[in-house]
């Protein structure tokens, strides 16, 4: 998205930590707003943009996540293995991060990784013996869920959640956020519908 002239990049970075079977259950991280929102201003943010970046500082000279190989060496030919991890912006606080998705209220941005790990496709002459990998990595991004901006005047959460994804198994993995976002004036009508929801939360 083309930048406006009043518009703001704000930069962050949160961290999580996956217990020792790759799991992480549903946690948050706050991106504090506060020096840009105000209900009593009623100054706020639209949101227009979320870039997220995963970073493992113990992987070597670059950092880099590992978002393809999410299992351990102990690879298998006859049982299938999945890993998912699942990164999301809001302005609701979601018990549960498998009851997000793009149709859920407040939810601004998404993405998934997901691994399979199992025996090989069907082929001719079949292959015995060998193993099948694929992964996967789906965004739903802000421009598209709310295509005129995201109105907030609060902060936003960002929730982690992940199922056996072993190599990041008790490390702590950080993850970078910037936003592209403008300041507004929210009108009494906005106010209201933002404090409800609040409430619902």
Known sequence: MAKGRSDLILRDRLQFTPD???NQTTVYGRFDLSEYVSTLERKGLSI???????RDSEAGNTGNFNHSQSFSQNLSTTNIQRSNLKVYATTRAYEDAADVGIASPDV???????TYLG??????PP????TFMYD???TYPTDSLHPDGFP??????????ADSWSLINDKSIELDVMIIAEPISINQKQLTEMLVQGQDQ
Do not use: C, R
């Open 136 to 138: 996967n990595h789906y």
């Open 119 to 124: 025996p090989a496709p069907v082929t001719d």
């Open 152 to 161: 907030v005047v609060t902060d936003l959460l960002f929730g982690v959640a």
């Open 127 to 130: 292959q015995t013996g060998s």
């Open 48 to 54: 227009k943009e979320i870039n997220l970046m995963l």
């Open 20 to 22: 020792a079977s790759g």
């Open 108 to 114: 601004l941005h998404i993405e998934t990784w997901s």
